[in-house]
């Protein structure tokens, strides 16, 4: 881990992403691209292949696993299709990774507040968030489509602080992907690349440039503390 932040203000609150930061979503990710792969005849994918791909959606979860890119001309098909089978089976196996409730924990008896900003359809987000029993907890849950633009836009992240009634620059976002690092700086918000997630499709997340790079969940609290 890099050293530990040092904060323009002191902190107010802390920000996840979702896929492959709080939660382990890769096993459902990957069970429903094996459903669309077997109503094609096809064997399935392991999960090994699939895992790196799990934070970059349909898009890339198709790319992977069925070689199906936006100009293919059923693209939209299996898009919907993967999406459906997904809808399925979307709190089977997610979990959060080990030692992330030990960090909300901490994060909520120091007064901070906490929530989470995904790049994820709001009618998935809900349902994993109450399957992992924190839809409740969260102080704001922000989806892909709660706002005009997605990550790597700021918007996401500026109308969560809005709603948490926060400062950017009090507020430190968690991500294991490019797109989420992009966002913090753009939103004028310090950031943390998550290198126990998904690790943006083997790129080395140091070039993220991101303000910590946090080998654990646990390496998190030392941002705060």
């Given at each position: 881990?890099?050293?530990?932040?040092?904060?323009?203000?002191?902190?107010?609150?802390?920000?996840f992403d979702?896929?492959?930061?709080?939660?382990d979503?890769?096993g459902?990710?990957?069970?429903?691209?094996?459903?669309?792969?077997?109503?094609?005849?096809?064997?399935?994918?392991?999960?090994?292949?699939?895992?790196?791909?799990?934070?970059?959606?349909?898009?890339?979860?198709?790319?992977?696993?069925?070689?199906?890119?936006?100009?293919?001309?059923?693209?939209?098909?299996y898009?919907?299709?993967?999406?459906?089978?997904?809808?399925?089976?979307?709190?089977?196996?997610?979990?959060l990774?080990?030692?992330?409730e030990?960090?909300?924990?901490?994060?909520?008896?120091?007064?901070?507040?906490?929530?989470?900003?995904?790049?994820?359809?709001?009618?998935f987000?809900?349902p994993?968030?109450?399957?992992?029993?924190?839809?409740?907890?969260?102080?704001?849950?922000i989806?892909?489509?709660?706002?005009?633009?997605?990550?790597?836009?700021p918007?996401?992240l500026?109308?969560?602080?809005?709603?948490l009634?926060?400062?950017?620059?009090?507020?430190?976002?968690?991500?294991?992907?490019?797109?989420?690092?992009?966002?913090a700086?753009?939103a004028?918000?310090?950031?943390?690349?998550?290198?126990w997630?998904?690790?943006?499709?083997?790129t080395?997340?140091?070039?993220?440039?991101?303000?910590?790079?946090a080998?654990?969940?646990?390496?998190?609290?030392?941002?705060?503390a």
């Amino acid at each position: 881990m890099k050293p530990t932040l040092t904060w323009a203000q002191p902190p107010q609150a802390v920000l996840f992403d979702l896929d492959g930061t709080l939660a382990d979503t890769a096993g459902d990710l990957a069970g429903a691209l094996n459903q669309l792969r077997a109503q094609q005849g096809l064997a399935p994918q392991p999960l090994e292949l699939l895992r790196p791909w799990a934070s970059a959606g349909a898009r890339g979860l198709l790319a992977a696993g069925m070689d199906i890119h936006p100009d293919h001309p059923d693209y939209e098909s299996y898009r919907l299709g993967f999406l459906d089978a997904y809808m399925g089976c979307l709190a089977e196996t997610t979990c959060l990774f080990e030692g992330m409730e030990a960090v909300l924990q901490d994060i909520e008896s120091r007064g901070l507040k906490w929530g989470v900003v995904t790049n994820k359809p709001h009618r998935f987000t809900l349902p994993v968030m109450a399957g992992l029993g924190l839809a409740s907890r969260a102080g704001v849950i922000i989806s892909g489509d709660t706002t005009a633009h997605a990550k790597p836009h700021p918007l996401p992240l500026l109308t969560a602080c809005e709603q948490l009634g926060v400062s950017p620059a009090a507020t430190l976002y968690v991500g294991d992907d490019l797109r989420d690092i992009q966002a913090a700086k753009a939103a004028h918000m310090p950031s943390a690349a998550a290198a126990w997630g998904y690790l943006g499709h083997g790129t080395d997340i140091r070039v993220w440039e991101a303000d910590v790079i946090a080998d654990t969940p646990i390496d998190l609290i030392r941002c705060w503390a």
